[in-house]
């Protein structure tokens, strides 16, 4: 049944200049932690599930230096743990692909994350991928990324990666500016990085993508616009746009408070960014594939991204790495000696599972629906209920005022800002969903105000499907 909607929350006034008050990054983040009684039980019972292909999330923990703007390092790069780390990892999948489901489901995506994969060894890295090739149920078209940084990702290991299937790049840019690269970080000065990506796109043998983050300290939207005509330039297949998240009591915020260095962008400065960096590329012939991922050639997919944001069925191996089963979010012990030790038993090393979400499709539809920028309003009413999207309409009336959508007569269309905001948009959404269909009354906290609860980096916890992948090393 369907309950009345009150929308005074919503229509909160905001700071002059903005839409809300704050950003919400994590709007699925509400999920009660489910005891962990017989987790390998569950986990078993949540394999067997019927359902649609499945995506594959790989985690390696280590990094050669912990970037200044990023809250996701864990372990320094170390030839010989990374080696036994492989050999556990290689253990895991196998011991999970024979588990029974396993082999029922394809797995039409696979994303190899970190930390920083391509700091592996050449051997290591083909280790991991064929071992996921050997004993996953791989689909034919299936997307395989691997996610790197320029520093260290020498030729040797971009062939292992692809002679054992390896067919998109991620990397890790942030910036081209040198002193700003340097400032966060990162080794490779400008002319090396324009050089490893335009030499990656010239194979021509897999999609190059690169991530760019705006709100950067010292960032002037001179550089920013450069950033993106450099992508552009270099003949890339895509493009992530991500937003500096910047946590309190991170390394950067820490800079920045002692003054060391330049304050990060506010929100205004971030939307003007966001909205500039979509009008070039725009411009320039690419397409918007989500609200932060641009491709350039039919060769990207961002299959991966895409689904993970609709909360789709994903496989998760390493230690830290986090996993989809039905729903039921889940993560493996992030300690790689407690990891491997599991590992090592023959014991799936879950170290953590959240009860689904009310409403997981429901939710994965809005949110697939916001990544692409349009609300229809015959699938909002397919997701929820017949009557929900109308329901809406002074809500929809409001974004419209703030400048976040224009209203058609089947759709609502989100402008850049809009799609700027998103993340609260949808928190919102999933708000009055509760409300419309069980009369829920939303948390106290309202969405548009008070603390921001921002992870570090533009990425998002780096080993959580559904988080949007931006995880850049
Ligand atoms: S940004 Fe990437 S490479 Fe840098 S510390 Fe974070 S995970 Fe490691």
């Not at 190059?208 to 939207?221: A, W």
């Not at 005509?229 to 493009?239: E, F, N």
Request: aromatic residues 8%.
């Amino acid at each position: 049944m369907a309950h009345p909607l009150v929308f005074d929350r919503y229509l909160a006034p905001a700071p002059a200049g903005q839409a809300f008050a704050r950003r919400v990054h994590h709007p699925w983040m509400d999920r009660r932690p489910v005891p962990l009684a017989d987790p390998d039980g569950r986990y078993a019972a949540l394999l067997r599930a019927d359902g649609d292909p499945r995506l594959a999330y790989v985690h390696v923990p280590f990094c050669a230096n912990h970037c200044l703007f990023c809250g996701f390092y864990r372990n320094r790069t170390d030839d010989a743990a990374m080696r036994r780390y492989v050999d556990h990892l290689v253990r895991e999948i196998a011991a999970d692909a024979a588990r029974p489901g396993v082999s029922a489901r394809p797995v039409s995506a696979v994303f190899l994350g970190g930390g920083t994969p391509s700091a592996l060894s050449a051997e290591d890295l083909h280790r991991v991928l064929a071992a996921l090739r050997d004993h996953l149920p791989l689909a034919p078209d299936c997307e395989v990324t691997v996610e790197g940084r320029v520093a260290g990702f020498d030729a040797d290991k971009i062939d292992a990666c692809l002679d054992a299937g390896a067919n998109r790049f991620s990397i890790g840019i942030q910036s081209f500016d040198t002193r700003l690269r340097r400032r966060m970080g990162r080794k490779a000065a400008r002319e090396e990085a324009e050089a490893f990506l335009s030499a990656l796109a010239a194979r021509g043998r897999a999609a190059v993508i690169c991530d760019l983050i705006y709100g950067l300290p010292g960032q002037t939207d001179a550089i920013w616009r450069d950033d993106v005509a450099t992508c552009d330039r270099l003949g890339l297949d895509g493009v992530d746009l991500y937003c500096l998240s910047l946590q309190p009591g991170s390394p950067l915020a820490l800079s920045i408070e002692k003054g060391a260095l330049p304050p990060a962008g506010d929100e205004p400065c971030n939307l003007g960014r966001y909205r500039d960096g979509c009008d070039t590329l725009a411009a320039a012939g690419w397409t918007r594939l989500s609200q932060a991922h641009w491709g350039r050639t039919p060769r990207e997919r961002n299959r991966y991204n895409r689904l993970t944001k609709r909360g789709a069925d994903c496989l998760a191996f390493g230690a830290g790495a986090g996993g989809m089963l039905g729903g039921h979010r889940f993560m493996n012990d992030g300690d790689v000696a407690a990891y491997e030790a599991r590992v090592a038993l023959g014991e799936k090393p879950i170290a953590a599972m959240l009860a689904p979400a009310a409403r997981h499709a429901a939710r994965g539809a809005v949110m697939d629906a916001l990544e692409r920028g349009s609300l229809d309003f015959a699938e909002l009413d397919a997701a929820v209920e017949p009557g929900f999207a109308a329901a809406l309409a002074p809500l929809f009336a409001e974004w419209r005022r703030r400048g976040l959508a224009e209203a058609g007569a089947a759709a609502l269309a989100l402008t850049a800002e809009g799609r700027y905001w998103y993340n609260t948009l949808a928190a919102a959404l999933f708000e009055l969903i509760d409300a419309y269909l069980d009369g829920a009354v939303p948390p106290a906290m309202p969405p548009h105000g008070g603390a921001r609860p921002r992870h570090p980096g533009a990425h998002p916890p780096a080993s959580h499907p559904g988080d949007s992948h931006a995880r850049h090393p």
